[in-house]
C-alpha cells in the first residue's frame, strides 16, 4: 500500500501534542494512518536553515522536520505568507504588504522544502501538501524530478482574478499550483474563483469535471469542507459539564445568557464589528441591558506582524468603550480575554451558550461555528449566528446567517436568537447537527485521499 506523506508549514511533534490543538492539527492527525510520514518546519528558528530533515519515529508515524534561519523565516513565514498571502486571500488587499524579497524568501523556503523531502521519498508515496504557505512545493517537487500523486489542500479562501491580480506574481503560483494532480477547496466558490484565475493567468479552461490539462499534465479539482470529530467534540462537551471553570462560569452568570466568540485574534475574524454589533443590541433592545453577557476568547496570533499588534489595541478600545458605556456595578456586559484557553474548557463554554457569534469578514471554513454546534445540550440548544462569508455558511444554511459588515443587522440576529421559541431552536440544531455530523475531519481525509488515489499518473 501507498505511503502518506503529509506536508504543513508548521509540524504539531507528538511532545506538544494538546498544547495548540487547532483545527489543523487535528484534522490530520485523523489522516495520519500508521507509517504515514509528516514533514514540515520544526517551529524552531536559528542561524542558518536545515541542511537535512531531523526524522523522529513516535506512535507508528515517522515526523521529519527542518529548522529555518530566522532570516527565512522573516521572509517566508511572516513577510509574504502572512504579510501578502494571507490578507490577499481573505480579500483585504488594502492590507497588502508585498515585499520583492519576502516574494523570493517564500520561493527559496518552498524549494528548500523540496530538496530536504525528495531524499525520504519512496516511489509510491501519495504526497498531500497543505495550506497558502505551500503553494509552490508541489512545482518545486516536479523540478526535481518527483513523479508521484501530489495533493494539495487550500484551507483558506481563493479569490476571483481581479483580487488575485493585486498581487505582483499571482501568475507565477497559480502555475505553480497545477503542478499537483489533485487541488482541493472548502467551498465551490473557492474552486470556482481558482479556475477563473487558472483561465486568466493560464489561458487553459476547466472540462466538465473541473479539471483541466497544461502542457500534457492533467491537474484535477475537489470541493472537500473540512470537519471536526463531531461526536468525540460532543463527549468532551458533555463532560466538561462537571469542570471546575464550567461551574465557575455558570456562578459567575447568575442566570444571565451567555454569547460566546471563540477565535484567533485576527484580522480576518470581525472582532470589531463584532464588538460594535453587540453593542448596538444593548443600545437597540435595551430589555437585555444586565440579562446577557459576551464572552470573547481572542487568542493571541501572529503577534509579529505589525497589524496584528494594532487589532489588539483596537479592541482594547473597543471593549473598554463598552463596558464603560453599559455596565453596572454588579454587570459587565463584555467579558474579554486574549489568553488561549484549554479546547475542554471551550467545549463546556460552547455547551453553556446561548448564542455563538461566528462573524468573519472572510474564512475558509471556520470550524469553531461546527464546535458549537456539536457541543449543544440538543434539548436546549444554543443558536449559531453566522457569516455568510465563512465558508461553513455554504453548508449550515440553518443558522441565523449574517453580513458582519452590518452591526444592526447582527444585533438584530442575537435579538432574534435570544426570543427564539425552543422548537424552532431545536429545529434549527438538529438540522445543523446532521450536517456537521456528515462532513467530519475523517471524510475530509477519506474524500481528499480517495480521490487522489484514483487519479492516474503516468509513473
Ligand atoms: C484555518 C482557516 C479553517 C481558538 N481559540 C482557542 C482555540 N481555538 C481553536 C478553535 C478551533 C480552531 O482553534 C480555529 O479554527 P478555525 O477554523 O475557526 O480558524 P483558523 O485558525 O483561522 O483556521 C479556517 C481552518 O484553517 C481549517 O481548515 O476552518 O477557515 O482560517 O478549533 O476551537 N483552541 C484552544 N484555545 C483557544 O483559546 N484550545
Redesign the pocket.
Known sequence: MSRLVVVSNRVSMPTERGA?????A??LAEAMTPGSLWFGWSGKRGATSSDQATVIDHGGLTYATVDLSESDYRRFYVGFSNGSLWPLL?YRTGLLDFKRDDYEGYLTVNDLFADRLVPLLRPDDTIWIH?YQLLTMADALRRRGVKNRIGF?L???FVPPAVLHVLPSAAVLVRALAAADLVGF?THGDRMNFLESVASCMDVHPDDNHSFTHNGHRTETIVAP?G?DADGFARTARRAAGMAETKRLIESLVGRALAIG???L?Y??GLPQRFDAFGQLLHRHPEHLRRISLLQ???R?REDVDRYQSLRRELDRKAGDINGAYSDFDWTPLRYMT?????N??AGFYRLARIAL?T?LR?????????FIAAQDSSDPGVLVLSRF???AEEMTEALIVNPYDADAVADAMHAALIMPLEERKARHAALLAKVRRTTAASFCRDFLARLKAIEIDA
Not at 489568553?339 to 479546547?343: D, G, L, Q, S
Not at 474564512?363 to 464546535?371: F, I, S, T
Open positions: 495548540k490543538a487547532g483545527g489543523l487535528v484534522a481573505h495550506d489542500f484551507h483558506i479562501p472548502q473540512i471536526i471563540v477565535d484567533r485576527d480576518t475574524k476568547i481572542a487568542a496570533s489568553r488561549t484557553v484549554n479546547r474548557t471551550i461566528v468573519p474564512d475558509g471554513m471556520n470550524l469553531v461555528a461546527k464546535e465563512a465558508g461553513a
